[in-house]
């Protein structure tokens, strides 16, 4: 089974793909992974690895060591991009998450004020008050939505409470009026048995109209791009998620393709 990738509360600044020179806020455990989702493309792994020993960093504990680094950096002459928060879970799960947010935003200003705030999230927590208030503060307010079709959904992001729905997800992204980015993940593949496919031309259609109820400022589509713990996934072709992107942006929503 695939491990943690982040073993440190601030890592990097590593390469992204989708949002240049980046350095990492892990707000779960170094040890272990803490998740709202058990993705099946996962890099950190699956839930099932457990949560390990070293529980979730406090406020202070992400505030001194991102300062220390910050000041590292600047330093020594290293620019970044943005500031990102990601890393062995769901970020918005963390009980301080509005207060962390204020404090990297208020050393973002102080060290590198043209570096943008993000933060990678699945959305699971958006309609929560706090997390909503939070979200909107940062600049890149990036949010899953891999598909609109409850089996797909299902099989694919397998969410750990019955709850969560994809057009609960949907509503709660609406509540952004515009101020967010969605992300989603193209894939095909088979677990235990069944199919994974979200790139058929009914999924595709489904994915628009949720696009257009959200009204997000960009879509960034993109596909696997390291190994993940169920090794069946394919990765997509760029032509083929090129020909999906055109398909997005008739329907008048900007698309970010990363293959």
Known sequence: MQTVLFHETIFGPIHSRRLGTSLGVNLMPT???VCS????????GYNAQGQGTTGIPRREQVKKQLSAKLRQLKEEGTNIDVITFSGNGEPTLHPEFKAIVHDVITQRN???????????SNATMAGRPHVAEALRMVDRNILKLDSAIYGTFKRLNRPVS??????????DLRQFE???IVQTMMVRGTHDGEVIDNTTDKEIDALIAAYLEIKPQEVMLYTIDRQTPEQSLQKIPAGELAAIAARIEAAGIKVQVNS
């Open 162 to 171: 019955a709850n969560v729905l994809p057009e609960g997800i949907i509503d």
């Open 178 to 180: 515009g101020h967010c």
């Open 37 to 44: 989702f058990d993705c099946l493309y996962c890099e950190a």
């Open 110 to 120: 102080h060290y590198f004020p043209q570096a943008q705030v993000c933060v990678l």
């Open 31 to 33: 040890d272990g992974k």
